[in-house]
Nanobody
């Protein structure tokens, strides 16, 4: 069984920073894509930042220059550094991974971590 475990959410004032972490564990053959989505109340889930299976990165336009995705492939872990946070960044942030295991190729989601930007 593959699991994604997130950490690092919290409450910060505008302009503040947070670092989110997501570790994949279980019977993993290979991690393909891995990254972050977010969902604000009443809104659709949107892609924030992602490593593609080829290793390239993709960012939501509104977070470019403020958020940085990185990873430790040996640990099957991805990070999201959130800087210059704005109230509109408030959302539940979900880790996503496309992982090959004995089950085949599947999509996996973390439980979500709340990020609240408020003064």
């Amino acid at each position: 069984q593959v699991q994604l475990v997130e950490s690092g959410g919290g409450v910060v004032p505008p302009g503040g920073s947070l670092r989110l972490s997501c570790a994949a564990s279980g019977s993993i053959f290979k991690v393909y894509a891995m990254g972050w989505y977010r969902q604000a109340p009443g809104m659709q889930r949107e892609l924030v930042a992602m490593f593609s299976s080829g290793g390239s990165t993709n960012y939501l336009d509104s977070v470019k220059g403020r958020f940085t995705i990185s990873r430790d492939a040996a640990k099957n872990t991805v990070y999201l550094q959130l800087n210059s946070l704005k109230p509109e960044d408030t959302a539940v942030y979900y880790c996503y991974a496309q992982i090959g295991s004995f089950r085949g190729l599947d999509d996996y989601w973390g439980q979500g971590t709340q990020v609240t930007v408020s003064s």
